[in-house]
């Protein structure tokens, strides 16, 4: 599925990531931790291609291809889709049409009213108002647990290979995390796909249940190992890498 080999990365003239290697195959959660500004957020966005992070060494293979030279929107069109931590306001652009876009560009489907229907009943099984499909992308009217509850329907109407989820359950309540949690894991039984979760919330992870888990600290691997990793780490904050 994914194979990063030997990456390091850059920001303006910053190195924000040094030599990552990481291999995620097909249905296999992995869990990246570490203290804040380690490098996290960086590895997703190095994935997904974002321009302002240069990759200066290394590799990036998706499905044995090469991807690292591909624009951030045909990474998402060949199956890698990345939640934002702060999703930006779309002022003039309802949620309705946005999907209708993302549909039709990232799948290269019709848009039919049958999944117009399918996408109405997402936003109102993950909590959403009935009237958020007419709402502007990410309207302050709605808040951050919406905007967040919005991404999942999304990557649930898109069918993603690869799930990269970067701080997700940031400002989600107990009931919202529980229902996003059962969507999630569903889709990933129904469809067998890969994820790579990025959290400081032991909560989340126990309930997600990664097979893999990895820390980083100062833009480098340091540890990898199985999900009693990250019961350690996160129930002593971090501190041994501090």
């Known amino acids: 599925m994914l194979k990063i080999k030997n990456v390091s990365a850059v920001i303006d003239t910053t190195q924000v990531l040094s030599d990552i290697n990481l291999e995620i195959k097909k249905g296999e959660i992995h869990a990246i931790l570490g203290p804040r500004y380690s490098g996290k957020s960086s590895l997703a966005h190095v994935i997904q291609g974002n321009p302002n992070i240069i990759p200066s060494t290394g590799n990036i293979l998706f499905n044995g291809n090469d991807i690292k030279k591909l624009k951030p929107q045909r990474r998402s069109e060949i199956g890698i889709f990345t939640t934002f931590q702060n999703p930006p306001e779309i002022e003039g652009l309802s949620n309705l049409d946005l999907m209708r876009s ?18 109405r009943n997402l936003v109102t099984a993950i909590g959403l108002n009935p009237t958020f499909p007419e709402e502007s992308v990410n309207s302050e009217m709605n808040g951050p647990e919406d905007w967040k509850r919005s991404e999942i329907v999304q990557l649930l109407m898109l069918l993603p290979e690869l799930l990269i989820l970067d701080e997700i359950d940031t400002d989600l309540s107990e009931s919202s995390l529980s229902i996003i949690v059962q969507m999630l894991k569903k889709y990933l039984e129904d469809h067998e796909k890969s994820v790579i979760i990025i959290t400081h919330s032991k909560k989340f992870l126990d309930l997600m249940e990664p097979s893999h888990v990895h820390v980083l600290v100062d833009g480098e691997i340091r540890e990898s190992g199985t999900a009693e990793l990250y019961k350690r780490i996160l129930e002593d904050g971090n501190t041994q890498f501090s």
């Open 102 to 119: 993302l549909f039709k560009n990232r799948v290269g489907g019709v848009f039919t009213n049958d999944l117009e229907l399918a996408y």
